[in-house]
């Protein structure tokens, strides 16, 4: 965990409705690439560790018989139940409440381990040999995030590109400068050097994988703005009673970037690093 700063169960609230609209999808593809590199057939039991509203869990279904997707927000849940049902597939997910910190929570074992963007939420020592010791001999534990070092050109693009740095910007006239997360701050944002906790915690790897992105996305100002408000760090109720203004001010600059209220970017690529445990 960071240094002075405590998980709180308003970390996310109120972001959950916003998630799958705001944020930027994975790269396609994803679940071939993880069927080819792990050999998945449609068997076994898949772990999501902060699952948030499901979005990778459900995109990983059909590889497996079950799915159980484990996040403390219930909003979060309540969004991966509505998505499952949409999708017919609730009868093999399984959506538990409680922080990576609570597991094995009686779960059972599992072939296949995923964090999603998440681990850097968690007491990440505990919690890495704990999911260790719910995998299957051979299993893999999944550390999947989008590529953090590519550049994604706007050249071709059909619409403006949001104006993210000046999104920011207005974030930061309403919240202060320094990283808001639940009911503390962030100001050095949160940590990195996963490989070395994993390694630590038994784990052998990395192999490293990037699932090519690139492709085009339109987005409307609503979703940007669900982007916005899909993060920690804006989330709506940080707000609190300037939110209606503050929203007022991030349509208005998006209006001015593009009169049409749409934009365009290029999809990020998703970049994945296999642990394995032993056979």
Known sequence: MVAGWEWDETLFEGTAAHYRRGRLPYAPGLADALAGILDLDGRGRLLDVGCGPGTLALDLAHLFDEIVGVDPDPGMLDEARREAAELGVSDKARWVRGRAEDLPAGLGTFGVATFAQSFHWMDRDLVAATVRDMLTPGGALLHISDLKTEERSAEGLPHPVAPYPATEELVRRYLGPVRRAGRGTLPQGTPGGEAA??????????ERHVVPGGQVLERTADDIVSGVFSMSFSAPRLFGERRTDFE???????????PTDTFAERRPS??????????
């Open 197 to 206: 906790v994993f390694a630590a915690a038994g784990f052998t790897g990395p």
């Open 270 to 279: 998703t970049e994945i690093f296999v642990w394995r445990t032993a056979a």
């Open 248 to 258: 007022t001010d991030l349509r208005r600059l998006l209006r001015a970037a593009s």
